[in-house]
């Protein structure tokens, strides 16, 4: 039998998304964001939840392509208040527009939203090996220096913790402990990282522990 991160459980929705998606390097500008608004959305609640509601959020955000998102207006976020499907909370909706106009400016002065957000990791994946959940940070000097930046840019819903579960959960770091069986699986991917720039350096020094195992590691977060 695999043994797994104990966070995801036994819900065969769980489970796949941790033996399929959690950890595996994303450098799709479009999928990028679509996590960025997930996690924002997770906020306060648990990542369940937001995966049981992933598909209403695909179809009620144009399937997460930041250039119509960006231009939503009242309408649209009047549609999505009423939208069963989604999480409806007025500033979580209005920081996805914000925050997909925040990536068309990155993107006009990157190139990409995964240039821009890679730089964070030196463009690697980095690969830790924790033993026990305890272990595993809720932030680190890294994701708190995305979150500033991010910030700086008018994103919302983006403080340090938010941006260390979207940093496990787009493989910018393997979080998987090493009794896990995806954990060497994930090593094995560590080289497609890209997009060089912030020294490795700013990836280490936890400064913060994660205690929630009804959520991937760092979801314990509340901070915008």
Known sequence: MKERCPWCGSDPLYVGYHDAEWAVPVHDDRRLFEFLVLEGAQAGLSWL????KR?????????????RV????????????????IVRNRLKIEAAIANARGVLAIREEF??????????VDGTPVQNAWKRMADIPAKTRASEQMSK????????????TICYAFMQAVGMVNDHLTTCFRHREIARKGAAGRSPGMPPSATAAP??????????????????
């Open 207 to 224: 400064t913060g522990r994660a205690r929630d195992r009804d959520n991937p590691p760092a979801a314990t977060r509340g901070s915008r």
């Open 149 to 160: 930046d991010l910030r700086k840019r008018r994103f919302n819903f983006v403080g340090p």
């Open 55 to 67: 598909a209403n959020y695909r179809k009620a955000f144009d399937s997460f392509d930041f250039s």
């Open 111 to 120: 190139g990409s939203l995964d240039a821009f957000l890679w730089r964070y």
């Open 70 to 85: 960006a231009r939503y207006g009242q309408k649209d976020i009047l549609r999505l208040l009423h939208d069963p499907g």
């Open 49 to 52: 939840t937001i995966l049981r």
